[in-house]
């Protein structure tokens, strides 16, 4: 009897988990965003991108050419003069609290002091040719220009032109800046916390003050040579592009390419070498393996070794993300991600299978923790949109397959005992089928006690007429009443049910 209740369950098992694979397309059980779902390498390279910022710096002075006061007084500008000048390059987050990594040549970092002056040096010869326009409606000649910047910097390396009160502000724009750097004064406002020089490991750790920021995993593994790298930034080709617009080009740009190498710097730093295009403005944007780690950190590229002053494309180098790590740990910056960018990946997954009502849920809970995460409104924006135009997928609940296989088993398990408990009182209200063995030639024959499966409940075994006990002849047990009857007996002779089913 017992051998037979499980068959009955294990087939009644079989067939509850055949009708849950056949129906579930319908019920969206285990929804996977598998119709429309985009490459993992998409998703991966938009969750890097909101982690990248565009890094502008700020050098300014006053300078003091006592030999040059007349020809500047010619021009209306007086002495000291005040200059400044903006440079711009590219970070990443390494942490959810604002710490950012990029270049110590993107924050003005040199070992050599005239390195770090040179671009005030260049931007006092504009504030000469622009104070000359105004007084003379002309521009200055190119002779005069080129003169005055060579006499400037001979002036400066003699100490006849005074560098006073230098200083360096860094601001950070996240994401799509869509303020453009036109207004730089309203870009978050950043801290040097250390700055290594271009010469040697050209890094920088600034820090703006924000919390639930997106960030990069900083890899601890050497990248191979061969493997297949991307880079996200701001390269100035893009960014000052005049035939785009002002409200795209401030998007940061990927470019892809493989790792070509490694290399040593003149002071014994390795830097790696690739064929990712890059341009001016990715410096220190990061290059990620495909699991959207940081590998290494945009540095500098090439230049015609010929005198001619061009660039070389496809022969461009970064520093290494073992640098980045020292210099975080010299700090005690923890390389962390906070939860908001497992949101912000979900929402992405979501969208791009055109679950467009679910993914601006997770975009929401991504603006509550940080409202000025990158690219959330634009996906909210297109989210809506879509869904105005009746493309939106509802979602179906998620049922993962151990749920499934327990469902199953409780369904199993209810309706068995439920089968079982019908079939008994069924058998009370049934008519016997025919048997060889009429009543009349049935009597008890034995006292021997002989529990049948439940629980307190004994009873005696029935044998037909003619046969002492049952260890004289060959009997079974009903598996529906119980009782021992014949084991040629096809029909129970007591509750009918058919023995072979």
């Known amino acids: 009897m017992k051998w037979c209740n499980m068959e009955l369950m294990r087939k009644a098992l079989a067939s509850i988990i055949l009708a849950i694979i056949i129906i579930s397309p319908f019920l969206n059980i285990?929804?996977?965003?598998?119709?429309?779902?985009?490459?993992?390498?998409?998703?991966?390279l938009e969750t890097a991108r909101a982690a990248v910022v565009l890094v502008v710096t700020i050098p300014h002075a006053w300078i003091i050419w006592e030999d040059q006061i007349e020809l500047f007084s010619r021009v209306g500008l007086e002495?000291?003069?005040?200059?400044?000048?903006?440079?711009?390059?590219?970070?990443?987050?390494?942490?959810?609290?604002?710490y950012i990594i990029t270049n110590g040549h993107v924050?003005?970092?040199?070992?050599?002091?005239?390195?770090?002056?040179?671009?005030?040096?260049?931007?006092?010869?504009?504030?000469?040719?622009?104070?000359?326009?105004?007084?003379?409606?002309?521009?200055?000649?190119?002779?005069?220009?080129n003169a005055l910047f060579q006499e400037a910097v001979s002036a400066y390396l003699t100490n006849k032109l005074r560098i006073q009160d230098y200083s360096v502000d860094v601001y950070v724009g996240v994401g799509k800046v869509a303020t453009g750097i036109g207004n730089i004064r309203k870009f978050y406002p950043a801290r040097i916390v250390e700055a290594t020089p271009f010469e040697k490991e050209d890094l920088a750790l600034i820090k703006i003050e924000v919390?639930?920021?997106?960030?990069?995993?900083?890899?601890?593994?050497?990248?191979?040579?061969?493997?297949?790298?991307?880079?996200?930034?701001?390269?100035?080709?893009?960014?000052?592009?005049?035939?785009?617009?002002?409200?795209?080009?401030?998007?940061?740009?990927?470019?892809?390419?493989?790792?070509?190498?490694?290399?040593e710097k003149t002071t014994g730093i390795t830097v790696l070498q690739s064929d990712v295009n890059v341009n001016h403005g990715n410096s220190g944007g990061p290059m990620v393996n495909s699991k959207g780690e940081v590998?290494?950190?945009?540095?500098?590229?090439?230049?015609?070794?010929?005198?001619?002053?061009?660039?070389?494309?496809?022969?461009?180098?970064?520093?290494?993300?073992?640098?980045?790590?020292?210099?975080?740990?010299?700090?005690?910056?923890?390389?962390?991600?906070?939860?908001?960018?497992?949101?912000?990946?979900?929402?992405?997954?979501?969208?791009?299978?055109?679950h467009y009502s679910a993914a601006i849920e997770k975009f929401k809970m991504v603006k509550d923790l940080y409202s000025g995460f990158p690219f959330v409104d634009d996906y909210i924006a297109n989210a809506q949109a879509a869904i105005l135009r009746g493309e939106d997928v509802p979602l179906g609940p998620k049922i993962d397959t151990i749920m499934i296989i327990g469902l199953a088993a409780v369904a199993v398990a209810g309706g068995g005992a439920a089968f079982f408990f019908m079939k008994k009182r069924k058998?009370?209200?049934?008519?016997?089928?025919?048997?060889?063995?009429?009543?009349?030639?049935?009597?008890?024959?034995?006292?021997?006690?002989?529990?049948?499966?439940?629980?307190?409940?004994?009873?005696?075994?029935?044998v037909p007429q003619g046969v002492s006990a049952p260890q004289q002849m060959a009997i079974k047990y009903c598996w529906n009443c119980g009782r021992?009857?014949?084991?040629?007996?096809?029909?129970?002779?007591?509750?009918?049910?058919?023995?072979?089913e």
């Open 30 to 44: 285990d929804v996977a965003y598998s119709e429309e779902t985009v490459s993992e390498e998409t998703i991966m």
């Open 79 to 98: 002495q000291p003069i005040y200059v400044e000048t903006a440079m711009f390059g590219t970070g990443f987050f390494v942490s959810p609290n604002g």
């Open 107 to 145: 924050v003005n970092e040199f070992e050599s002091d005239f390195e770090e002056k040179l671009p005030l040096l260049l931007e006092l010869v504009n504030v000469f040719a622009e104070a000359y326009y105004e007084t003379f409606n002309e521009p200055p000649s190119n002779e005069l220009l």
């Open 211 to 263: 919390q639930h920021a997106p960030s990069l995993k900083i890899s601890s593994d050497q990248v191979k040579v061969g493997e297949t790298v991307w880079v996200l930034g701001y390269p100035g080709a893009v960014t000052f592009h005049e035939l785009l617009s002002k409200s795209t080009m401030m998007v940061p740009t990927i470019t892809k390419g493989m790792v070509s190498g490694y290399r």
């Open 295 to 354: 590998v290494a950190v945009v540095s500098f590229g090439s230049v015609d070794p010929t005198g001619s002053g061009r660039e070389v494309p496809g022969f461009n180098f970064f520093i290494p993300s073992k640098y980045v790590l020292e210099l975080l740990s010299r700090n005690n910056v923890d390389n962390t991600q906070d939860p908001v960018m497992k949101l912000y990946e979900e929402g992405l997954r979501l969208y791009y299978a055109k």
């Open 427 to 462: 058998s009370k209200s049934k008519t016997v089928a025919p048997t060889p063995y009429t009543p009349q030639q049935i009597q008890q024959s034995t006292t021997v006690q002989h529990h049948y499966g439940f629980p307190g409940q004994a009873s005696q075994p029935q």
């Open 484 to 500: 021992a009857i014949p084991m040629d007996a096809k029909i129970c002779p007591y509750c009918g049910a058919n023995q072979e």
